[in-house]
């Protein structure tokens, strides 16, 4: 007999749908996962066993069967706010915070009719591409338990690569919901700037964080973006004058269907290769390989772009990282619990001058621009999702920033300029290295291009037959 946690996402929907399993039932089902594996893995910073079955008998009695993800398991990422949980934001300076109200995100999914499980584990405020906080155990990858699950979003990620979720919400400001998922052997979707009404982006600096899904397939990832976008009844759907371009959904008729012949663009430069050394792992380049002749195969067309070097672009993201930084909410002693990467990266923030945090924006804004125009010949752009394979827990220097800052960009050098473009970007696990390590690559979409990056990466997952494959964490 299948166990609950062996269905993907999309079939244990339809099984709630046909009543032939409860909210309750799966809700216990996966809460028993969290209880036996995460202890090894590490991928929650808080669970709400209690809340959660009570959440789920509301579902069941009170809440429509017509809401998007209805009686679905999921759970928040500790930097999103849930009235009456713990709220560490990753950070040992917020141990103890319980927050009173929610965040427009958590509303979102329950309206959605979900059941929020606890909080997912993240790195400090956030900030780096993988999820060792001090604050709490690192994240380890369910597919070999000495290396990192990648970051910001690296406990969602860790939670449905080991089957204690089947799907989960993340954000992505420079590549948190795409590093974990392709380091993790899953599917993640970062929807355009605007896209989701409760993770837009539009308020952050630079607009570079919005709200996406991690599942294990790219149908999955279609379901649950569906629900973020559209819950029921929810108003903040419709609170945004300044709109993505493109429809809204619904994508999972485009997931599951996976059609269209396409143009594609293949990118191996990256806008910080004037900046750091970047060089492109075996085992990157042979997934990358793996996808163009995957694709090639289904007869879409396939360039080659020749690079298109940027050399502004390092010091002008670094000022808005840092800039970032500057807002975090704390002063005094309490500085003294911050982890010493977020230290370095406040002190930095605080004293960029005015003028350099304008002349950055301005020249992003004019980046922007310029990568859209690239891109415009193609449909979709295709990258490899890292640049290295995923590194080791602890291989991050922890105590000198700008160290740290170089290896976050060596691994990771074609995610954040999606986020400053404002693109959407889903990435696809296609192969695995000799170890059984999880490799995939990124498709990178035209403004509001959801849905022709579905339906790509709905064909390459058909034809590299990854969906069935499980780490020794299950």
Known sequence: MTELHEYTALQLHQLLQRRE?????????????????????????????????????HVEEHVPTAAPLWGMPVADKDLNRRAGVPAAFGSRAFAGFVPDESDDLVQAVDAAGAVSLGKTATPEFGLPSYTEALAGTPTRNPWDLTLGAGGSSGGAAAAVASGMLPFAPGSDGGGSIRIPAAVCGLVGMKPSRGRVPSGSGL????????????????????????????????????????????????????????????????MTDSPWDDAYEIDLAEEARSALDRAIEAFEGLGHGIEAMAPAPEPGYPAAFRTIWQAGAATIPVDGAAESLLEPLTRWLLERGRAVPARQLAEALAWLAGFEERTIRRFAPFDAVLTPALALTP?????????????????????????????????????????????????????????????????????LERRVRRVHQHPPVW
Do not use: C, K
């Not at 991690?214 to 629900?227: K, N, S």
């Open 21 to 57: 399993v409860s909210p309750v039932e799966l809700t216990r089902h996966y809460l028993a996962r969290i209880e036996r594996l995460d202890g090894e893995v590490g991928a929650f910073a808080t669970v709400t066993p209690d809340a959660a079955l009570a959440r789920a008998r």
């Open 203 to 266: 308020a952050g600096l630079a607009g570079l964080g919005v709200a996406g899904p991690i599942a294990r397939t790219v149908a999955d990832a279609a379901l649950l973006l569906d629900g973020l976008i559209a819950p029921l009844g929810y108003p903040a759907a419709h609170r945004f004058a300044v709109r993505a371009p493109g429809d809204d959904g619904p994508y999972l008729g485009a997931a599951i269907r996976g059609e269209g012949r396409f143009q594609l663009g293949v």
């Open 391 to 459: 590194p080791a827990v602890g291989w991050y220097d922890a105590d000198d920033g700008e160290r740290n800052f170089a290896q976050q960009v060596q691994v990771t050098p074609f995610t954040s300029f999606v986020n400053v473009a404002g693109l959407p970007a889903i990435t696809v696990p296609v192969e695995e290295t000799a170890a059984g390590v999880p490799m995939g690559v990124q498709l990178i979409g035209r403004p509001g291009g959801e849905e022709v990056l579905f339906a790509l990466a709905a064909q």
